[in-house]
């Protein structure tokens, strides 16, 4: 059987690259599809030194740093990928990943990061915050987010089988697509990401962390800005990305920016850190589940990914949430829990970040693909 798994694009590491990586390591005979690749090579051993057939975008002007600005062409771009040789297709989707072009006589399973951000759910935050949210271009912007989503209902019948990496993205295609879904929760390397040899007590953890790709719906604006009405604490911050102006300048003397990290530095910062602050509106949301295998409880929005893998129950929990995405809330919540701080041990975080393990992802997701083509095989027949 050949099977191809179709990425949207390999630009840097982040979650989906993570779900990705165990997908080539479950078939590792599979060739890799995306829409472009210019991956680092220090990131390639990742990948088990696969580099991905790419479509038409690679060799367009300025593709290496600007391929995003290609969005009205991805639709085109994904479809021009030619799959005819294949068997089963995997595809790992957050944008246009899942429109590949398929025929009847092949399985396309969609593990499905989420139904694409800025075409549904983030529309308008991400016209607001790119100021296309008025005027010619606001019009012209609209138009294009019309289209896309047009586009993206239209691909989902192309797709067999949906799989969502949590209930809260599953909710989101049934809504979106009007499909069902499986949840299988991505990996987390809990292995790698783990307690301190030796753990340092609570009292010991003087600081906060903050890290993410820096946009606009992961609010690290709204972390940033909490920590100027909280003087007395400081704030690590790990990233960067295309907010960068806009995070600098809320920052205070309390703020310290690292830029983005290797994964041994940001794992000994989580490791050292008296919580995770986390703002977004997540999918998921690999980074909070990371810092709990460190041993690190979560201060989280109490909206989708983080109600799933952040725990209240009793001595079971491992964080706590605010409920607005707004510096005066962050700011209260991180003031209440300092107080029953104590309470929380690292240890209860790193068995909760057990249930994400790399392991479990990868028996679920192989049983669910076997299933899948045994089923297909037996209604072709």
């Known amino acids: 059987m050949r099977i191809a798994i179709v990425h949207d694009w390999l630009d840097t590491w982040r979650g989906g690259e993570n779900v990705l990586a165990a997908m080539i390591a479950l078939y ?4 890799l599809l995306a829409l472009v690749d210019f991956l680092p090579e220090r990131l390639r051993g990742r990948l088990h030194g696969k580099r991905a057939r790419t479509s038409f975008l690679q060799d367009l002007p300025f593709a290496r740093s600007h391929f ?50 800025y075409a549904w759910d983030l529309r308008e935050q991400y016209l607001s915050q790119g100021g296309l949210d008025r005027g010619l271009k606001g019009l012209l912007a609209r138009h294009l987010l019309d289209h896309l989503r047009r586009w993206d209902c239209a691909t989902a019948p192309r797709v067999n089988h949906f799989v969502a990496n949590s209930a809260n993205i599953r909710d989101r295609i049934a809504r979106c697509y009007g499909r069902e879904a499986t949840v299988v929760y991505p990996p987390v390397d809990v ?25 606009p719906y992961k609010r690290m604006d709204a972390i940033v800005e909490a ?20 995070v600098r300048a809320a ?28 703002a977004a509106d997540e999918d998921f949301g690999i980074l909070p589940v990371e810092a ?37 809330a962050i700011a209260a919540a991180i003031r209440d829990f300092d107080l029953p701080l104590s309470t929380i ?26 299933r899948a083509c045994g089923n297909f095989t037996t209604g072709r027949r």
Not at 227 to 246: M, N, Q, W
Not at 300 to 308: C, D, I, S, T
């Open 28 to 31: 590792p005979a599979a060739d």
């Open 68 to 117: 995003r600005s290609y969005l009205p062409l991805m639709p085109r771009a994904i479809e021009s990928l030619d799959l005819r040789s294949y068997d089963l297709i995997l595809s790992s989707s957050h944008a246009v990943a899942k429109g590949v072009m398929t025929s009847a006589q092949q399985l396309h399973i969609c593990y499905c990061h989420t139904p694409m951000r």
């Open 191 to 215: 292995e790698f990401f783990a307690p301190a040899a030796t753990p340092q007590a609570p009292i010991d953890r003087t600081y906060y962390m903050a890290a993410s790709r820096w946009v």
């Open 227 to 246: 920590f100027r009405a909280l003087p007395d604490r400081s704030l690590v911050v790990a990233g960067d990305g295309p907010e960068a102006p806009r």
């Open 251 to 278: 920052a205070g003397n309390n703020v310290q920016f690292v830029g983005e990290l290797p994964r041994e530095r940001l794992r000994d910062l989580l490791q050292g850190a008296k919580a995770f602050v986390f």
């Open 292 to 328: 709990q295998a460190c041993g690190t409880p979560v201060i989280a929005y109490g909206h989708g990914g983080a109600l799933e893998t952040v725990t209240q129950r009793g001595e079971a929990r491992t964080g706590a949430f605010f409920r607005e995405q707004t510096p005066a």
């Open 345 to 370: 041990a690292p240890a209860t975080c790193a068995e909760n970040a057990q249930r994400f393990a790399t392991g479990i992802f990868a028996r679920e997701m192989k049983s669910f693909v076997e």
